[in-house]
């Protein structure tokens, strides 16, 4: 007799990992001075990613700092795994895929331009909450 070997009932999805990953990076574009920073919830939208972070930077300069403090704090701290970047050398529009979360960076013509929080304006804006202060 071939038994099926039971499989555990308590397996769960860490359905917040991608809120936690999405807020680390808005947090992270407003300490490299990003502007008018959103995250939209996409997860009763589409199953192909859950969350957008978009945020706007004043030159390529920063949206490459911007971009490479996003994903040294994903990759690095939350070891959230890259699956893609583009954009990086024109910096004009950085799109930085981490799978559950998209991170999009713009000038501020081509966030006019491609207009995204319209296109998806179905999507639930998330309240970035602020970060603690310190005590020194």
């Known amino acids: 007799m071939n038994a099926r070997p039971e499989i555990s009932s308590s397996l769960t999805v860490d359905t917040d990992r ?21 995250v939209l919830d996409l997860r009763h939208i589409t199953k192909v990613f859950d969350f957008f972070v978009i945020a706007t930077g004043a030159s390529s300069r920063q949206l490459h700092s911007m971009a490479d403090d996003v994903e040294a704090m994903l990759s690095k701290e939350l070891f959230d795994t890259r699956r893609g970047m583009e954009g990086y050398e024109e910096g004009r529009w950085i799109v930085i895929d981490h799978g559950d979360v998209i991170v999009h960076l713009f000038d501020a013509e081509s966030r006019d331009y491609w207009d995204l929080e319209n296109l998806w304006s179905d999507a639930r804006h998330v309240e970035i909450p602020p ?4 005590i020194q």
Do not use: D, F, Q, W
């Open 18 to 38: 991608g809120m936690r990953s999405a807020l680390a990076a808005a947090r992270v574009a407003s300490e490299s001075r990003g502007t008018n920073i959103k």
């Open 131 to 134: 970060e603690p202060e310190v």
